[in-house]
């Protein structure tokens, strides 16, 4: 009777020990997926009755007094923000000018925002940016970009003295290509993913950078990417200063990987 | 004799009239599934007093949305009872048009429900004017959404969006004047789409139908009494036949009752 009462005794311990380290090993892996070198949101609101660009970066558990970067008497709108492994952030943002709708950008050096420029592209509508900076601590950018009805997906990065010339990054077609996302893995590649219309459909178009060129791939790791970077999600405060979090774009560069999400669909 | 002669004749050619007079529209009062109505849309269509999801959309509370209240100005008619015709609701809040694309095809395509349905009441773009999406872009969205129906045999009600105070820079005059433009093309084209302007039957109460916030609490969606003006306006637009009675219902139940005891007869 005493031998089997130790056994079971021995057993049941076992089952806790077990049980216990299994609970601790799930918390690890889950509670601190990577650590996160950089987290960034960038919204618009008219806190003052003008609409502007905010940005405020996630800092020791703390977000950052926002800071206004526009200074628009227009509307301003599908702001995205990116930030490089030297602190440097980015923003960009579309601007509703009488009757086209213009990219706009600044950069910030030692917590000072630059006035806002144009980035011209020689297109009337230019909307739905998506930003990552790369390993090199580039920005790219990929957006909506239209002539008539039909967008294309247009790209340019920041070379030294400005922004490269926009390209058109498909060929011509008489579709809607919308809803650009631009991801960097964490080997340091820049994916892209927007979306076509194929056979009266809207499919998901993946591409990454090969060093010269866009490049078609088969499968699209945004998926996965925006897993990794954004779960788990209460690793991350959500910011109370945020009104409309559909207008808000949070950007994360974790483990080297990068992407943006909208506040909303976080 | 003259006058029993000239009452044969005049009774014989009253009774032929009543006979071929009957037939018409015959064929719009013969079979039930020509009668059920699928509601697809974003939060407006999906409304917020769902219960749970069903093999014929979201199965709601009987205050949910304006497929409630359509049914029953639909069913209220004492000729439509015997069809108890049905609004299947496909809302889905949140939802732009380039989603609703896919999602259409795919509810279409993969259609359960034991009930036929002949109409698609569509209501979308609200959410891409949210987004900052270009007009023309939507406009090709819906185009797409009709051609889906189409394919699948509906006849097309397209209606206008309500109001946004929410979302003062929301061009919903723009869209709706693109939607107005798309009806009417695609009505003078291939005969199947009506437009069903909620925004102009709506926004003259949008106040009233916005206070006392609704279950969105925003001025965004309506309240109960909103949803009903919604589902009147909707009412409004169907064709006749889903509204009153064939022309001699009498003699239409007298040939269904016929058709009825011969039936009977054959089972026994």
Known sequence: MQRRTIVYTGLISCFLVLVSTGVNAFSKSHGSSGEISDIQIVWTDNYDESEQVYLSHYQKGEWSLPVQISKSNTYVFHAVSGVGSRGKRWAVWTRKDKKNHSLQWSVSSHSNWSPPQEIKSGLPDNRATTMIVDSNNTPWIVWEGARDSYSDIYWSRWKEDGWSAPERIHGANKVPDIEPELFLDSSGKIFLSYQTVQQKRYVTVSKSWDGKKWKSVAVNPGTSIKQRLFNPKNTIKYPQFIQKDHQATLYLRRNGTAGSTLLSTY | ?268
């Open chain 2, 1 to 268: 004799m003259h006058c029993r002669s000239n009452f044969f004749v005049v009774s014989t050619s009253l009774l032929w009239c009543l006979f071929v007079v009957s037939f018409f529209p015959a064929k719009s009062y013969g079979e039930e599934e020509t009668r059920n109505l699928l509601a697809f849309g974003d939060s407006l269509t999906e409304a917020c007093y769902i219960d749970g999801d069903s093999e014929c959309g979201w199965v709601g509370t009987y205050s949910n949305g304006y497929e409630s209240e359509l049914e029953s100005l639909l069913n209220a008619h004492p000729w439509n009872e015997r069809w108890d015709i049905r609004v299947f609701n496909y809302g889905k809040g949140g939802e732009q048009t380039y989603e609703g694309v896919g999602r259409l095809a795919d509810v279409l395509d993969n259609y359960t429900c034991d009930k036929p349905v002949k109409f698609i009441l569509l209501m979308e773009g609200t959410n891409d004017l949210l987004h900052h999406k270009n007009i023309g872009q939507i406009e090709y969205n819906l185009e797409l959404m009709i051609g889906i129906s189409r394919g699948h045999g509906l006849e097309i009600l397209l209606a206008t969006i309500p109001p946004d105070p929410e979302s003062p820079y929301k061009n919903i005059l723009g869209l709706n004047e693109a939607i107005r433009r798309i009806a009417e093309e695609q009505a003078a084209k291939y005969g199947d789409v009506t437009l069903v302007d909620q925004y102009s039957a709506l926004a003259p109460d949008w106040v009233s139908y916005t206070t006392p916030k609704g279950c969105y609490n925003d001025l965004t969606h309506p309240n109960d009494s909103g949803f009903d003006a919604m589902a009147a306006v909707w009412y409004e637009s169907l064709p006749d036949f889903m509204k009153q009675p064939p022309p001699l219902p009498g003699l239409m139940l007298l040939f269904d009752s016929v058709l009825v005891q011969q039936e009977e007869d054959v089972i026994q």
